[in-house]
């Protein structure tokens, strides 16, 4: 099985002058910047050149506005740059008050499909962070949980670091602690269990004095896959700055096994699609996609992740 998780930024679909088209890769919204709309296209083909390119059995997306955008992108762009059809789609509503939620899309039949994005600091016995009531929702987007055959996926896209690092990490820490417990209350100890969170978890380029906030997801109860990675090569996201400084680099974007699966898998390592990169993430010095620039057309600002499990 190949499993695929990208961060495809703020695709929307919207009605402009009595047609249906697409957001670009842009972040035009919370910036208050449109920036180039006459480029949205050119964005959309590029997300769906990466997805069609990788032919992952299993797709998780991360800021997908709905399920009609997510079948628009599917039968517009997918199908028409070469993919394969993914005929089980999902996209539920979640937390996030702009309306990006998690995505998945399956070539195998989804046995089971559930969000969590009701859940609460009660229903798991947690603590909520200061300031924040027991009653409120524990994800800012969900966890997506979904079983395949023998595997069973979380898809999480956990808190952004901002406006304030500290609180938002207190929010990820939370998040974090969640999903290990809806796994330890599905599996109940099973060492055998196979699952695997994957998604946007977020994390700083800077990790602060306290641990990752997905401190709770690692050793020695899940492995992270990433870790497989040479250290500079585990980077999955830039964000630009203004003149001729290099930007941020960081690995927000991360898989965490089941020790069985990575016991089962002891040779399996993600790889990270950065082909749809703008041109100005010069860390990258491989091959780009055709109509790839500077600044834009670009797929996402994140890269995607992609593993194959073979005879899963």
Request: with cysteine.
């Amino acid at each position: 099985m190949r499993i695929l998780t990208f961060n495809v930024q703020n695709l929307r679909l919207r009605r402009q002058d009595g047609r249906r088209a697409l957001d670009g890769a842009r972040d035009a919204d919370e910036a208050g910047n449109p920036g180039d709309p006459a480029l949205d296209a050119a964005d959309r083909r590029l997300t769906a050149a990466v997805i069609a390119r990788a032919d992952a059995d299993v797709v998780c997306l991360q800021e997908v506005y709905d399920l009609p955008t997510l079948d628009h992108f599917h039968d517009d762009y997918l199908i028409p740059a070469g993919a394969a059809p993914w005929p089980w789609r999902v996209c539920m509503p979640g937390n996030d008050g702009h309306g990006r939620d998690v995505a998945l899309m399956s070539r195998r039949p989804l046995r089971e499909v559930a969000s969590h994005a009701a859940l609460t600091p009660s229903d798991l016995g947690l603590s909520p962070p200061p300031g924040t009531s027991a009653g409120t929702p524990i994800f800012r987007r969900d966890c997506l949980c979904s079983r395949m055959g023998r595997l069973t996926l979380f898809l999480v896209h956990f808190k952004a670091p901002w406006p304030d690092p500290v609180a938002a990490h207190a929010v990820r820490r939370l998040e974090a602690e969640a999903v290990r417990r809806l796994i330890a209350r599905r599996f109940a100890g099973d060492p055998e269990a196979l699952w695997l969170v994957l998604g946007d978890f977020n994390e700083p380029a800077e990790a602060p004095s306290e641990g990752p906030a997905i401190a709770p997801l690692l050793s020695p109860f899940g492995v992270d896959l990433l870790a497989r990675m040479p250290p500079d090569e585990r980077w999955s996201y830039h964000l630009p700055a203004e003149g001729p400084a290099a930007g941020v680099y960081s690995r927000p974007d991360g898989m965490i096994a089941a020790p069985a699966l990575a016991r089962r898998w002891p040779e399996a390592c993600p790889e990270v699609l950065r082909e749809g990169l703008a041109g100005q993430a010069r860390r990258f010095a491989g091959p780009r996609l055709a109509g790839v620039g500077h600044r834009r057309p670009h797929a996402s600002d994140h890269a995607a992740l992609l593993i194959d499990l073979p005879g899963l």
